[in-house]
């Protein structure tokens, strides 16, 4: 067995026991469904639903309906929490309603973008192996628990209360992280479309502000949905405070950032144009 794939069957169960613990603790104080805490079922349905569509994916060796799975699996779940909840207030169906807005629109974008690439070759040497394919099929179903437990433990509470200036600062929050993202994605969309631009880099726009404006603004909106959140979270349920924690760290210490700067430093490192506007260019936060 080659080494990655013993550290890939090695991860798995812990991938799983981290998410039966945050399972745990964000089912403390919600409300249950014959017995089961429906954040716990919650959860549960994600990694299933992952799961189950991994099996066609490895059997074809493709990665295209990876993030658009990702996008179904929010929307289907925020559906299920908000029908199985004891009672419906207007905290939950803010944040039901933006995380949904927020997932088809990204699904959509991301979907789009890999139907006309034709693959993602981030997955190229993945792929083939059965345990680190599906160890990235049960990443997926911990990234979209850890991003939404905040709004979830929220939907699942039996603690409810109305709408406070805690839901308009995080609604105030979330809108404009949700457009910085849009324009940032738009922006680059049509600049990579140009043939003009073909072997170029982007640096106008919001890019000439921020190095990766998309990711500062994916931030900004979940830690806008926290905050709405956030008055009626109890006890162990403070554990969904990991949500935006969580997308600040995997976007700019692992997945994100990183493989994106390196994969540009070894395309146009060395370039005048590019190592300028690296540095007077920030890696995240906007410029004024």
């Known amino acids: 067995m080659k080494t990655t794939d013993r550290n890939a069957l090695i991860a798995f169960p812990i991938l799983i026991l981290i998410g039966v613990l945050v399972a745990w603790a964000g089912s403390q104080g919600g409300a249950s469904i014959i017995g089961i ?28 309906f990876f993030d658009l799975t990702g996008s179904i699996t929010y929307i289907s779940i925020i559906t299920i929490a908000v029908l199985g909840s004891t009672a ?6 803010l944040l039901s309603a933006l995380v949904v807005i927020w997932a088809i629109r990204l699904g959509s974008f991301l979907f789009g973008r890999i139907k006309k690439a034709g693959k993602d070759d981030r997955f190229d040497e993945i792929k083939p192996s059965f345990i680190r394919f599906l160890n990235v099929w049960t990443i997926q179903g911990l990234w979209i628990t850890f991003t939404m437990a905040a709004a979830l433990v929220a939907i699942t509470t039996t603690a409810q209360k109305g709408l406070d200036i805690f839901a308009i600062i995080g ?24 043939p003009d631009n073909n ?37 162990w349920q403070w554990v969904a405070l990991i949500s935006p924690v969580f997308v600040t760290l995997l976007l700019t210490r692992v997945s994100g950032i990183p493989l994106l700067e390196q994969k540009a430093d070894k395309k146009w490192g060395g370039q005048e144009d590019y190592e300028s506007y690296k540095k007077r260019t920030p890696v995240l936060i906007p410029r004024l």
Do not use: C
């Not at 921020?210 to 008055?231: C, D, K, M, Q, T």
């Open 37 to 64: 805490p429906l954040f716990a079922l919650s959860v549960g349905l994600i990694f299933l639903i992952q799961w189950l569509v991994f099996i066609p994916a490895y059997l074809l060796q493709t990665e295209k």
């Open 88 to 93: 419906i207030d207007g905290r939950s169906v």
């Open 171 to 194: 609604f105030l929050l979330w809108v404009f992280g949700f457009a910085i993202e849009v324009v940032a994605d738009s922006q680059k969309s049509r600049f990579n479309a140009n």
């Open 199 to 235: 072997g170029k880099f982007i640096q106008t726009g919001l890019w000439s502000r921020s190095r990766h404006p998309n990711y500062f603004g994916e931030i900004i909106l979940w830690v806008g949905v926290a905050i709405i959140a956030l008055p009626v979270l109890q006890g």
